[in-house]
DNA sequence: ACTGAACTTAAAA
DNA sequence: TTTTAAGTTCAGT
């Protein structure tokens, strides 16, 4: 028997000239949105559906906008697509602060620590961009370091990779 | 229950 | 230039 308020999760897999991404819904909204081969995350589960048609009207506006960045177009998605829930209240400001963050421009972790009300939580605001769950749309590809350009969970060459389709370059 | 590390940073030594 | 301290969360011990 499932916990009681627990909402059921459904993974699903999503194949883009990119790799392979991988989603997951629950009731509430996009629970998760992990890169293609990401090291610490489970390989795309192979047992997992594709997306392709699944999860209605949400499935489909996921799957427009996820092909619309990867080929450099904006897209966005209100807060209220994502499911956020039992994340820590400190991560969900500093997600919202990144959401906030225009496409094509990036922050510095300071700014995001705060804007989420606490300044000197700065390395907290890091642990929050490697925990955010929804890669691409909490960009958390556009937060770099005051000097240098940061880290990144997937790998910099992702983080170069995302920040080039929006047509900004990570210099060192 | 404590300790250390994590996608940092500003300030002191 | 190297070291240190600081706020929040999580994984170990």
């Known amino acids: 028997m499932p916990k009681p308020n627990e909402t059921a999760a459904r993974a699903y897999r999503i194949t883009t000239p990119l790799g392979t991404w991988r989603a997951v819904f629950s009731d509430r909204g996009l629970r998760e949105l992990t890169l293609p081969r990401h090291p610490n995350k489970p ?22 906008a996820l ?17 956020l829930d039992g994340r820590p209240p400190f991560f969900r400001r500093i997600w919202e602060a990144m959401h906030a963050i225009p496409f094509g421009e990036v922050r510095s972790y300071g700014d995001l620590a705060k804007a989420a009300g606490s300044a000197k939580a700065v390395r ?5 961009c490697g925990a955010n769950p929804v890669v ?32 900004f370059s990570l210099e060192a």
Request: aromatic share 8%.
């Open 43 to 64: 390989q795309a589960a192979k047992d997992a559906p594709e997306l392709n048609g699944q999860e209605g009207a949400r499935g489909q506006r996921l799957r427009t």
């Open 67 to 83: 092909d619309a960045r990867l080929k450099g177009k904006n897209a966005d998605f209100p807060l209220s697509f994502f499911d």
């Open 124 to 128: 907290a605001a890091g642990q929050a």
């Open 136 to 167: 691409l749309f909490l960009p958390c590809h556009r937060v770099v370091a005051g000097s240098g350009p940061g880290g990144f969970g997937g790998g910099m060459d992702w983080k170069r990779r995302l920040l080039a389709l929006e047509g």
